[in-house]
C-alpha cells in the first residue's frame, strides 16, 4: 500500500503501491479503507497461491480498465469476468509461464471462489465482509460501528460481547444483558481470540 525500495547493485529503484489508499496518509502511517481492505484480501490470495506480485499488478491494471473501476478485485464483475482478465493480462504483460494455462485458470478459480464465499455484494459492490469463517454472526459493514466487526442481527461490536464474557464468564449472562444469541456471544469471543493468536 506504500510502495516500496530495493536496492540492485548500488541503483535504488522504487516500486509504487498497488493502489493509492482512500484515505490520506497520517504520519508516515498508511491507513485503509473497507474497499482498501476488501482488494488487499484478493491480493494476499493470489501471493499465497503463487502467483507473483507483477503478475498480480498487472491484472488489477488490466481489470481496472476492463471493469472500469478503481478497484476492480472487490467488484460482483470481477467475479464473472475475472478469470478471462487474469489471462489475458498475463499474455498481454508477456508474463513467464509458471504455470501452464490451466493450473493457472484452477489456482484463479480458487482464489475467486475462497475470497468471495465470505463477502456480500449489493449490485456489483462489496457492501459487508462476515470475518469469522464466513459465519453470517458477525460482520464488518462500512456503514455499520465504524466498520468495526459487530453482531450480525443486533450491531453490539464483538469486542463488546468478549469483553463482557471475560468480566461475567457466562455467555448466557451476556446474551442476556446485550440481548443477542448465546451462539453469537460464543462466536464473538472465539473470533477475537482467533485474532489474538494470529
Given amino acids: 500500500m506504500a510502495g516500496y525500495d530495493y536496492r540492485r547493485g548500488d541503483d535504488l529503484h522504487h516500486v509504487a503501491a498497488l493502489w493509492e489508499p482512500d484515505l490520506p496518509r ?3 502511517h498508511v491507513e485503509i479503507s473497507f474497499r482498501d481492505l476488501i482488494e488487499l484480501r484478493f491480493v ?3 501471493l499465497e497461491k503463487g502467483i507473483g506480485l507483477k503478475a498480480v499488478r498487472n491484472c488489477l491494471e488490466y481489470a481496472k480498465e476492463c471493469i472500469q473501476s478503481d478497484r476492480p478485485f472487490s467488484s460482483g464483475r470481477f467475479r464473472t ?4 482478465i487474469f489471462l489475458e493480462s498475463l499474455e498481454a504483460a508477456k508474463e513467464p509461464k509458471l504455470l501452464d494455462l490451466k493450473g493457472k485458470q484452477y489456482v484463479f478459480k480458487q ?6 464465499k465470505d463477502l456480500d455484494l449489493e449490485g456489483d459492490i462489496v457492501t459487508r465482509w462476515r470475518p469469522y ?3 453470517s454472526s458477525i460482520v464488518v459493514d462500512p456503514a455499520r460501528s465504524f466498520g468495526q466487526p459487530v453482531a450480525a442481527a443486533s450491531g453490539v461490536p464483538t469486542i463488546v460481547l468478549a469483553e463482557a464474557f471475560y468480566a461475567e464468564g457466562s ?3 451476556v446474551a442476556a444483558m446485550y440481548e443477542v444469541d448465546e451462539s453469537v456471544v460464543r462466536d464473538a469471543v472465539r473470533f477475537h481470540e482467533e485474532l489474538l493468536a494470529a
Fill in 81 to 84: 469476468d475475472g478469470r478471462t
Fill in 133 to 135: 469463517r464466513g459465519k
Fill in 44 to 46: 494476499k490470495a493470489f
Fill in 111 to 116: 482464489v475467486v471462489e475462497q475470497s468471495f
Fill in 171 to 173: 455467555a448466557s449472562a
Fill in 26 to 28: 497520517t504520519e508516515n
